[in-house]
């Protein structure tokens, strides 16, 4: 079954950063580059913009520090009106918003993970377009471990947008399980994410 896409990407953005203690969209891309004017949000922003007809990025409480960023960066900014209900309200704000513009698909992606290489979006890219008839969406996996970005048909986005409250996206993974296409790919930053300042010291290039 060949699909032909109009991507939106999605950014969830909208996280309070606790452990980090500062938000973790304005971190220093990359890590190290004191000099580097680029940060987390604006890279992912950037990676994926070759990919997508628009990119969206869902923010919180933390609206007017990113506002001036996204939009300097081509991006879309909607924001969760409850952050404080977690990430997975962050998805659903972002995912109407896929709908509202009247796109069919969607590449989810959270602003704590380190942009993947083109190549591998490329290739997640490919692996959607020839999904199988009944499969719903393409995660990546690298050494055996699920990572992101998620790229999701307009079915699994309903399937989201129908979860009973108290769901995580996880456990509508895990539900639908069997429409999932994983595919295995070199790329280590599939499976990174940033929560504290030793995992950000961890990214930098040594010395």
């Known amino acids: ?14 996280g309070q950063s606790t452990r980090m203690g500062r938000d973790k969209a304005l971190l220093p891309w990359p890590p190290g580059n004191a000099s580097s004017n680029e940060t987390f949000l604006a890279a992912a922003i950037a990676s994926l913009q070759d990919f997508n007809d628009v990119v969206i990025v869902v923010v919180g409480n933390n ?47 959270l602003v704590d993970r380190p942009p993947v290489s083109r190549s591998t979006l490329r290739l997640l890219c490919e692996k959607f377009r020839i999904l199988e008839r009944g499969k719903w969406a393409v995660i990546p996996e690298h050494k055996g471990r699920h990572g992101h970005p998620i790229l999701i048909a307009r079915e699994m986005i309903e399937a989201f947008l129908k979860a009973p409250p108290g769901s995580t996206a996880r456990d509508i993974q895990h539900q639908y399980q069997s429409v999932i296409e994983y595919v295995s790919v070199e790329d280590p930053a599939v499976t990174l994410n940033v929560n504290t300042p030793e995992d950000y010291a961890a990214l930098r290039p040594p010395s």
Do not use: H, K
């Not at 996204?70 to 896929?98: D, H, K, W």
């Open 63 to 109: 609206e007017t520090s990113l506002t001036p960023l996204i939009y300097s960066s081509g991006a879309v900014m909607v924001r969760n009106p409850t952050p404080e209900c977690g990430q997975f309200s962050s998805l659903l704000t972002g995912l109407r918003e896929v709908l509202n513009r009247g796109r069919d698909a969607a590449m989810m992606t």
């Open 1 to 14: 079954m060949n699909r032909d896409p109009a991507f939106c990407a999605v950014i969830l953005a909208a």
